[in-house]
Structures are given as C-alpha cells and as structure tokens.
C-alpha cells in the first residue's frame, strides 16, 4: 500500500488494475451412498434422535422395528414424516428405516423428518432445494427452557400477595 489515493478518478483507476474477474463456482455435491445403496442422516428435535436410513423401495416407513402407523399412531405425526417426500416429489419412492430415542413422540417424529430430509439431500442432491426452501433441513434448536430457582417453572412465578 505504498500508493496513496487522493481522487476518486484514481480510485476508479487503480481499482480497474487491481480487480480480477470473479468467477463463482457452483457446488456440484455428489450422492452419498453406502455399499447397501442407502444413504443414513441423523435427525434432531427437541430432546429426540432419530437415525435414519432411506432406501429406493415401495414407500415403507419403520421406526423402531415397527410400522408408522403402530408406532405413530395419530394421523398428524403420520403427515409430519410423509412431508418431505411429498414436497420432494418422490412419494412412495423409498423405503426408510428408522431408530429413535429421547423426546416424546412429537419430537420424535420432528427428529426422523428432519432426518428424512437430510438423507434424501444425500441420496439424491437436485432434491435439495425443495427440501431447505420448505425448510426441512434447518434443525428446529427450540428446546424446553430449564426451571429457575424461586421460580414455580421457568418463568411463572408464585402467587404474590400483600397482606
């Protein structure tokens, strides 16, 4: 920086030199797959993990050993894990094994959606961004505030009085 600037004409001057074409690279991202022809993501929600594994089938979703519709029995968590295919397009295209532990189950049906999601973006990328502008692949960090001393939980406090 021995040269100094003193007008804006010089500015334009040196900046003109100085400058060179910037060229943006696209990411190409390539599948991830195991020997198997799976693709495995890990999913979380709340105090829920969910592992996941996705496979090209006839659309039978397992969770824990079990069928969705024993595991989860309301239709509402049913429809929360069927979200990603369908925003995908790929309904009944894969085959998906989960495990999941911690939670209840409406975090535990967060964490194997997030965890869907991410392992259909690893299977097959041109999915991507249907899936991260729905925002299925954002992990929801919301987690249950911890209850504070002289408190009744974490923010309701006790019933005050003045007599």
Same mark, same amino acid.
């Given at each position: @920086?021995?040269d100094?600037? !003193?007008? =804006?004409e010089?500015?334009?001057?040196v900046?003109e030199?100085v400058?060179? %074409?910037?060229?943006?690279?696209?990411?190409?991202?390539?599948?991830?797959?195991? &020997?198997l022809?799976?693709?495995?993501?890990?999913?979380k929600?709340?105090?829920a993990? &969910?592992?996941?594994?996705?496979?090209?089938g006839?659309?039978?979703?397992?969770? !824990? /050993?079990?069928?969705?519709?024993?595991?989860?029995?309301? %239709?509402?968590?049913? @429809?929360?894990?069927?979200q990603?295919f369908?925003v995908?397009?790929?309904?009944?295209?894969?085959?998906v @094994?989960?495990?999941?532990?911690?939670g209840? =189950?409406? +975090?535990?049906? +967060?964490?194997?959606?997030? +965890? #869907? *999601?991410?392992a259909?973006q690893?299977?097959?990328? *041109?999915?991507? &961004?249907a =899936?991260?502008?729905? /925002?299925? #692949?954002?992990?929801? *960090?919301?987690v249950?505030?911890?209850?504070k001393?002289?408190?009744?939980?974490?923010?309701k *406090?006790?019933?005050f009085s003045?007599r």
């Open positions: @920086m021995a100094q600037v !003193n007008s =804006l010089e500015l334009g001057t900046a030199t400058a060179a %074409p910037v060229v943006m690279e696209a990411i190409v991202r390539e599948p991830v797959k195991d &020997a022809g799976r693709s495995y993501a890990t999913g929600r709340k105090d993990v &969910a592992r996941v594994w996705i496979k090209p006839s659309g039978k979703v397992t969770v !824990n /050993g079990r069928e969705i519709k024993v595991y989860f029995a309301r %239709p509402v968590l049913q @429809m929360i894990l069927r990603p369908t995908a397009g790929v309904a009944d295209q894969f085959d @094994m989960a495990t999941v532990k911690g209840g =189950l409406s +975090g535990q049906a +967060g964490a194997v959606k997030h +965890g #869907i *999601s991410k259909l690893l299977f097959d990328p *041109s999915l991507r &961004a =899936l991260k502008a729905a /925002g299925f #692949i954002t992990r929801d *960090s919301r249950v505030e911890r209850k001393y002289g408190k009744a939980k974490a923010r *406090s006790f019933q003045k």
